[in-house]
């Protein structure tokens, strides 16, 4: 029988796990409260011997297996390359700023969506993760680090609304006071667009914060860059994403990565104004990182300056992200990417 990770139990199926064992239903607590902090069922030591054995037999604890960091020499960002039970391999990077660390976490092996910018969707999709593998990354950096952390930003490999089920039971544990106690305002989803999920998560009414990956205001110029644009074009995506703002009432941040004369002149610039002008959104520009297999080049500083300008004047609420780990294959999936590349030339 194939065993289940105990970190992939909500509470509530904890709970359901000590029923079924005939154990009573305080047990669930004793568990919960220790299956993040241990390494294996045998260091649950609130438990009898006679129960571990009894919960071993079904069920285990995951740990992720660090396979490559990267520390940036410029402002201390860690890229992990950690290697998962099956030998596939994500990445997570960890992010220092004044209100506390934050992990870039991915949502699954490759991904599917074909963002030309972007190199984790180079090799398509593998599989999803469980909501545990999601949560063990934090678990990993954090021992790898020795620090605790407060954020999460679910930006990394793969289309968080990709893997639906699975991210939302990662939210829901990794928000438990039991669990890792992050609080739902600390953490932020970022998708491309897939417009039904949004509505889903709408009703969810989730304090987390979403972010959409724009990247381009009209529909021939994001589609070139972002396939699922064909399945849900802008009209539709911004309908959706005016709607989740009106239902949870809360901001949205808008991706936006600047690529040298491809999205960065003022027409892209006045269209995206006109899009989402008074409203609960946030632009924030990315100066794109270079990456070998697209060709995508960044905007220089003045002309990234000059679109941001061009956006507050007519009324938007835009800012340029601080660039982290730029010395240490920052983009989502190059750190993964290289390391395939290594194991098909041996």
Do not use: W
């Amino acid at each position: 029988m194939e065993k289940t990770d105990l970190r992939n139990l909500t509470f509530e199926e904890t709970k359901e796990l000590c029923i079924s064992l005939g154990q009573a239903p305080f047990r669930a607590k004793q568990i919960y409260s220790s299956v993040f902090k241990v390494r294996s069922i045998d260091e649950i030591t609130t438990l009898s011997k006679d129960l571990r054995a009894k919960l071993s037999e079904t069920h285990y604890i995951g740990n992720l297996s660090c396979a490559r960091k990267q520390v940036s020499k410029k402002d201390g960002t860690v890229k992990f390359l950690f290697e998962l039970a099956d030998g596939n391999f994500i990445e997570s990077v960890f992010m220092k700023y004044k209100h506390g660390n934050t992990l870039c976490v991915s949502s699954q092996v490759g991904c599917v969506m074909g963002c030309t910018f972007c190199a984790s969707t180079i090799g398509g999709k593998v599989r999803n993760l469980t909501a545990a593998e999601i949560l063990e990354q934090i678990i990993a950096a954090e021992a790898e680090t020795g620090q605790r952390i407060s954020n999460i930003v679910m930006m990394g490999i793969g289309e968080p609304l990709d893997n639906f089920d699975n991210v939302v039971k990662f939210l829901k544990i990794v928000n438990h006071p039991d669990s890792l106690n992050i609080g739902y305002r600390h953490i932020s989803l970022s998708t491309c667009g897939i417009v039904p999920k949004i509505y889903e998560l709408a009703e969810l009414n989730f304090p987390i914060t979403l972010s959409v990956s724009l990247h381009a205001p009209f529909d021939e110029m994001r589609t070139e860059m972002m396939p699922v644009n064909k399945a849900y074009p802008l009209e539709s995506l911004i309908r959706a994403m005016k709607d989740y703002v009106k239902k949870t009432n809360r901001r949205i941040s808008i991706e936006y990565a600047l690529i040298r004369d491809k999205n960065d002149s003022a027409a892209c610039a006045d269209k995206l104004a006109s899009q989402f002008s008074g409203g609960l959104f946030h632009i924030n520009l990315i100066p794109v990182n270079n990456v070998r297999e697209t060709g995508y080049k960044k905007t220089d500083t003045t002309h990234v300056l000059a679109f941001q300008n061009r956006l507050i004047k007519r009324g938007l609420n835009a800012t340029v992200r601080r660039e982290l780990g730029s010395d240490i294959d920052a983009a989502c999936g190059q750190l993964r990417k290289k390391t395939q590349n290594l194991q098909e030339d041996r």
